[in-house]
């Protein structure tokens, strides 16, 4: 067994997490050399070393008197007022006004003219094509207003 | 009144002084330990009704412990501290931290202690886990949700790194 290989495996010979055919090829490794017997030797000596300095280890009654600061906490918590208990009730409401104006508004009529081609209504009044003249050349007006005339008189 | 008070309440109970132990190894300080446990178990009650036994509470508990103490551990300066736990003060149960009493066996164990003090918090947290807590590298992984093979290399750095520190110190011998 070649040193690189020991290296990748002996955190498991040391939790005795592999096969005993393992086991013996890597205690025959030890045997045989110094560099990683070493290392083995180190490894444990810092993990059973490490594992005698232990944190304090506190009675069952001081966590008790603990534990109702945390219930009381987690209830307030809990409990707590929600902003989406008002903003899902008002988020409806707001949509289904938006639905009702869109739906049953009544739709602005405008009065009937009968085009000197044909029968279709106007799609806009005379004082809104007036309005929005400047928005159309000179040409186009001209014609609108021709039409709208000659339909008055 | 949440459901399943009664579980939580047993589940603070059997892991209260586990999760202490990590953070007071993470932070060195009894009175951080402890508002680490509190916050741990507060969020866990929080959602408590929320699990849905798809990982370990344990998992859950000591993932929340590891990232507040990495926060505890940001937000205060590092200055090393040895604490002077006052015993009497404390409701301790055993206490396990009395050194043997032979000078050299205590100086190995202040030079340990120091060593790991100065870990960084993923190294910290991956010794801690494996050495005090006993956990497996998968259960590791899954607390800090690395992969299997990252948290093993972690490991072995770390005592890699221990090990060239006390030897540069003299507490462990140099290969000839």
């Known amino acids: 067994m070649k040193c690189k290989r020991f290296e990748e495996i002996i955190l498991d010979f040391i939790e005795g997490k592999i096969s005993e055919e393992k086991k013996r090829e890597l205690r025959k490794h030890i045997e045989e050399c110094e560099k990683c017997r070493k290392l083995y030797n180190d490894f444990l000596f810092i993990i059973n070393n490490s594992k005698k300095i232990e944190s304090p280890i506190l009675e069952e009654n001081f966590w008790k008197a603990k534990l109702n600061f945390i219930i009381e906490k987690g209830e307030n918590y809990i409990h707590r007022f929600k902003p989406a208990y008002l903003g899902i009730p008002l988020f409806i409401l707001t949509f289904t006004l938006v639905l009702l104006f869109k739906i049953y508004l009544p739709a602005k009529k405008y009065p009937y003219v009968e085009l000197a081609d044909s029968n279709y209504e106007l799609l806009f009044s005379e004082d809104e094509i007036i309005k929005y003249v400047d928005y159309i050349s000179d040409e186009e007006a001209g014609k609108i207003m021709e039409f709208i005339l000659k339909e008055t008189n | ?176």
């Open chain 2, 1 to 176: 009144m949440m459901k399943g008070r009664e579980n939580f309440e047993d589940c603070y109970i059997k892991y209260a002084n586990k999760i202490y132990g990590v953070a007071y190894k993470m932070l060195n300080n009894h009175d951080d330990a402890v508002d680490i446990v509190q916050e741990v178990f507060l969020r866990a009650y929080k959602n408590w009704n929320n699990f849905k036994g798809l990982s370990k509470i344990s998992t859950y508990l000591y993932r929340i412990a590891v990232n507040l103490s990495y926060d505890y551990l940001r937000r205060k300066s590092k200055t090393k501290k040895i604490e002077n736990l006052n015993y009497e003060n404390l409701s301790i149960l055993s206490s396990k931290n009395n050194f043997e009493s032979d000078f050299h066996n205590e100086n190995i164990l202040n030079e340990i202690k120091n060593e790991i003090d100065n870990l960084t918090e993923k190294q910290k947290s991956v010794f801690i886990l494996k050495t005090y807590e006993g956990l497996t590298y998968e259960e590791i992984a899954r607390i800090l949700k690395k992969r299997i093979g990252t948290v093993k290399a972690t490991y072995f750095q770390t005592l890699q790194k221990i090990r060239e520190n006390l030897k540069r110190k003299g507490v462990i011998e140099n290969e000839m």
